[in-house]
């Protein structure tokens, strides 16, 4: 700010939480948080089933030879959390959605090539091509393709995904991955001052210091924030101590 003047700052585009999203931070008991992930799992299982179905992948026929065949079709997963599931499934709805009913699959190599190519003349993130084809493969080894045998292993297309990188970012439509700015000294002592001295500030302010420093000097992810039992939570002799039931690199597979 100079000469008392206000620079102008660019508006951010709101983003509104999901229901999933404000439901689970609001989860405090143990065990709670897993149950949750593991019916919002179940869920975007289903839809995978659903796409694969609509696909008419290997893994279809193959599950009706199988004495319980629902069981096996909800083996599919992979392994992976719902997140990862989500985001994969709902790139292959956008492809249904944009085909309709004459264009369910890729009939051919060509044909994902010129969904590609709508893509990027919109024009589109400069990777979400590469994004399409990494989604095309997960739901091809989902459904029982072999590997090096599908759209998603084809060489032949991933240079097309390359070349249209290439094109995007002269156009500008793709924004470079960037690492979140680091903490600067003076922050970190001004959220100290903010929680540890007597300030007019309003309460939800500090709390959101306070958290803030939790993570920092906790080396913590925001996903370990939301596991993290506030009943747990106590001051010994080492500091502040509580423990966090649910974080991303816990849980079934781990």
């Known amino acids: 700010v100079l000469s008392g003047q206000q620079l102008p700052t660019k508006r951010k585009k709101a983003q509104w939480k999901s229901r999933a999203f404000r439901k689970k931070s609001q989860i405090t008991a143990e065990g709670e948080r897993e149950e949750f992930e593991d019916k919002l799992r179940e869920r975007w299982v289903n839809q995978l089933i659903e796409v694969i179905r609509l696909a008419d992948l290997p893994l279809i026929q193959a599950a009706q030879r199988s004495v319980n065949p629902s069981s096996a079709l909800q083996k599919c997963g992979q392994g992976r959390k719902y997140l990862t599931i989500r985001d994969k499934v709902r790139k292959l709805q956008d492809w249904l959605r944009a085909g309709g009913a004459s264009r369910l699959w ?12 709508e893509l990027a003349d919109e024009p589109c993130a400069r990777t979400v091509p590469a994004s399409i084809m990494k989604a095309v493969r ?6 029982g393709v072999p590997q090096g045998a599908g759209y998603g292993d084809n060489q032949q297309l991933w240079g097309v995904v390359r070349d249209l990188e290439v094109q995007l970012a002269k156009k500008g439509g793709g924004r470079d991955r960037k690492q979140a700015s680091m903490f600067l000294l003076s922050m970190v002592i001004s959220l100290e001052l903010c929680v540890c001295t007597k300030r007019e500030v309003p309460d939800y302010i500090i709390a959101f210091a306070w958290v803030k420093l939790i993570k920092l000097w906790g080396v913590l992810r925001y996903d370990d924030t939301l596991g993290l039992l506030p ?3 106590e001051l010994d002799h080492r500091g502040l101590a509580a423990i966090i039931v649910r974080s991303k690199t816990t849980g079934a597979g781990k």
Do not use: H, I, R, T
């Open 106 to 117: 890729p009939s051919s190599s060509m044909n994902l090539q010129d969904y590609l190519q």
């Open 138 to 143: 997960f739901v091809e080894l989902a459904g």
């Open 231 to 233: 009943a747990s939570m």
